[in-house]
């Protein structure tokens, strides 16, 4: 981000373990999936529509906005809630005795319920200066250190901004969060969506202002900070457009994301509103892992960070469900069509830890088995089996075409996918193979549709409206 002014582009697809499941610690960001735009919302492309989009921010004591007094003329804005170290400085100085710091850190070893008494410390200062009349409120985890372990600012943030509004106070003070955790647009998308008017990620910055000063990054410290600052906005954008949202003050607070392991009276509490529909950790869950990170960052002996390996396998980073040599081992069983070889792939798949939600889940014996000639036939069975919407291009032809072979063989269905196909498709091979699709998909604008196409088809299924396009998946966190 720092060098391109490009948010990072991962595969399409996460194999990497739910954060409710995997055992490296994973930031409170990760338990966050945003939401996609229904029928009723169409999203917008931040990229071709971005002149109906803004990320202007208005922050301080917002008053009566339907007031036509001159007090309007007393907020402020920015362009964004994105804010520079050297900016978030100015801004203090600027607000003067208006504003008010709260410490989101609780002490190490103070107990199991530190966290719980933490937040609730927080939201009674909040309130308290809110009421003693400050307009701008500070909520920052700087303090942190060997005796003092950060709260996840994301709860933080939600915890006051709730209580703030659950007392009718939030319209008269802004919240500037300051976070060590944050990096990513996902993780600024999150703050302002759990209520962050303003989002300072002042570990980030200082991180890119070391690397510039031991040359590990080429051009000047400015060139850098509003490349990374361009790469939070054009994030934050197309997170919003995904829920057809065009200015952010529409989409702080709204909480549009949906809560994956964390328990539901945690989620009740500081999340109000937020689905968490498998429930999953709470408080003490949390604070447990807070101090186990804390601890190896404070107290364990100096060494060499570790490489993480989110976005890209390493052998001492997360574990990924579709590792190199597993993917060798199907490879080599579809090569050689050996079945030994296949037997090989299917026990080191089974011996992964629970990697993703459905590897929890297991059979329940309801009794005594029943004989075999009692089950549904499997030619019945196969028939419900539909291959997913996989369009040409983002599948080669030769695929596009064995898949449809393979699923027409055993009088099953596949899916065209939006991209059209081949008209030569509509008619059957030599040797009696029909590499037709038996669905097929129509998308608005999208090429290869016509009378002929739909005539082929045995099943239509009409798009009407997607939270993102193909092109940008890849770096969408869903």
Same mark, same amino acid.
């Given at each position: 981000?720092?060098?391109d002014?490009?948010?990072?582009?991962?595969?399409m697809?996460d194999?990497t373990p739910s954060?409710?499941?995997s055992?490296?610690?994973?930031p409170l960001s990760?338990?966050f999936?945003?939401n996609?735009?229904?029928v009723?919302? /169409?999203p917008?492309?931040?990229?071709? =529509?971005?002149?109906?989009?803004?990320l202007?921010?208005?922050?301080?004591?917002?008053?009566?906005?339907?007031d036509e *007094?001159?007090?309007?003329?007393?907020i402020l804005?920015l362009? !964004?809630?994105f804010?520079a170290?050297?900016?978030?400085?100015?801004?203090?100085?600027?607000?003067?005795?208006?504003?008010?710091?709260?410490?989101c @850190?609780?002490?190490?070893?103070a107990? =199991?319920?530190?966290?719980?008494q933490?937040? =609730?410390?927080?939201?009674?200062e909040?309130e308290d200066?809110?009421?003693?009349g *400050?307009g701008?409120?500070?909520?920052?985890?700087e303090? +942190?250190g060997?005796?003092r372990?950060?709260?996840?600012?994301?709860?933080?943030t939600?915890?006051?901004?709730?209580?703030?509004?659950?007392k009718?106070?939030?319209?008269?003070?802004s919240?500037?969060?300051?976070?060590?955790e944050c990096?990513?647009p996902?993780?600024?998308?999150?703050?302002i969506?759990?209520g962050?008017?303003t989002?300072?990620a002042?570990?980030?910055?200082?991180?890119i202002?070391?690397?510039?000063?031991?040359?590990l990054?080429?051009?000047?410290l400015?060139?850098a900070?509003?490349h990374?600052?361009?790469?939070?906005d054009?994030?934050?954008l197309?997170?919003?457009?995904?829920?057809g949202i065009?200015?952010?003050?529409?989409y702080?607070?709204?909480?549009?994301f949906?809560?994956v392991g964390?328990?539901r009276?945690?989620?009740? =509490?500081?999340?109000?509103?937020?689905?968490?529909?498998i429930?999953?950790?709470?408080?003490h869950?949390? +604070?447990?892992?807070?101090?186990?990170v804390?601890?190896?960052?404070?107290?364990?002996?100096?060494g060499?960070? /570790?490489?993480?390996?989110f976005y890209?396998?390493?052998?001492?980073?997360e574990?990924?469900?579709w590792e190199?040599? @597993?993917?060798?081992?199907?490879q080599?069983?579809c090569?050689?069509a050996?079945?030994?070889?296949?037997?090989?792939y299917?026990?080191?798949? +089974?011996?992964n830890?629970?990697?993703?939600?459905?590897?929890?889940?297991?059979?329940?014996?309801?009794?005594?088995?029943?004989p075999?000639?009692?089950?549904?036939?499997i030619t019945?069975?196969?028939k419900?089996f539909v291959?997913?919407?996989?369009s040409?291009?983002a599948? !080669?032809p030769?695929?596009?075409k064995?898949?449809?072979?393979?699923?027409?063989r055993?009088?099953?269905?596949s899916d065209?996918?939006?991209?059209?196909?081949?008209?030569?498709?509509?008619?059957p091979?030599?040797?009696g193979?029909n590499?037709?699709?038996?669905?097929?998909?129509?998308a *608005?604008g999208r090429?290869?549709? @016509?009378a002929?196409?739909l005539n082929q088809?045995?099943?239509?299924?009409?798009?009407?409206?997607?939270?993102?396009?193909?092109?940008?998946?890849?770096?969408?966190?869903a």
């Amino acid at each position: 981000m720092a060098e391109d002014g490009k948010e990072m582009v991962a595969s399409m697809g996460d194999d990497t373990p739910s954060a409710v499941l995997s055992k490296i610690y994973r930031p409170l960001s990760h338990f966050f999936r945003q939401n996609f735009s229904q029928v009723t919302n /169409p999203p917008i492309d931040s990229l071709r =529509e971005s002149r109906v989009m803004s990320l202007k921010t208005r922050f301080g004591n917002l008053k009566n906005v339907l007031d036509e *007094s001159s007090a309007q003329t007393e907020i402020l804005v920015l362009e !964004s809630p994105f804010i520079a170290n050297e900016e978030f400085k100015v801004m203090v100085a600027q607000f003067g005795e208006s504003v008010v710091t709260i410490d989101c @850190t609780f002490d190490d070893g103070a107990g =199991e319920d530190a966290l719980r008494q933490g937040l =609730e410390r927080i939201r009674a200062e909040a309130e308290d200066a809110v009421r003693s009349g *400050s307009g701008h409120i500070v909520l920052t985890d700087e303090h +942190q250190g060997e005796g003092r372990v950060p709260m996840p600012m994301i709860l933080a943030t939600s915890a006051v901004h709730s209580w703030l509004t659950r007392k009718g106070l939030r319209t008269f003070t802004s919240l500037n969060v300051r976070a060590a955790e944050c990096i990513d647009p996902h993780y600024f998308a999150v703050l302002i969506g759990c209520g962050a008017t303003t989002v300072n990620a002042y570990l980030a910055q200082d991180t890119i202002a070391d690397r510039i000063e031991r040359g590990l990054l080429d051009g000047s410290l400015t060139n850098a900070m509003r490349h990374y600052r361009d790469a939070i906005d054009a994030g934050l954008l197309k997170i919003m457009s995904k829920m057809g949202i065009s200015v952010i003050s529409s989409y702080r607070g709204g909480l549009n994301f949906e809560a994956v392991g964390l328990s539901r009276a945690l989620v009740a =509490e500081y999340f109000p509103g937020m689905h968490s529909r498998i429930s999953g950790i709470g408080l003490h869950g949390i +604070q447990w892992k807070l101090e186990q990170v804390h601890a190896k960052g404070w107290k364990a002996p100096v060494g060499p960070l /570790p490489v993480g390996g989110f976005y890209k396998a390493r052998r001492s980073g997360e574990k990924h469900a579709w590792e190199a040599q @597993t993917m060798h081992l199907l490879q080599s069983a579809c090569d050689r069509a050996s079945y030994d070889m296949w037997r090989k792939y299917s026990a080191a798949m +089974q011996a992964n830890p629970p990697i993703h939600l459905r590897d929890l889940l297991d059979f329940k014996p309801l009794g005594r088995a029943i004989p075999l000639e009692e089950v549904e036939s499997i030619t019945s069975i196969r028939k419900r089996f539909v291959t997913p919407g996989m369009s040409l291009g983002a599948l !080669s032809p030769e695929a596009h075409k064995t898949l449809n072979v393979a699923m027409n063989r055993i009088g099953a269905k596949s899916d065209s996918g939006e991209g059209g196909e081949d008209p030569a498709h509509f008619h059957p091979e030599p040797n009696g193979d029909n590499p037709s699709a038996k669905i097929k998909q129509v998308a *608005s604008g999208r090429f290869g549709v @016509t009378a002929e196409y739909l005539n082929q088809c045995e099943e239509l299924e009409i798009k009407v409206a997607q939270g993102a396009s193909p092109a940008r998946a890849a770096s969408c966190r869903a």
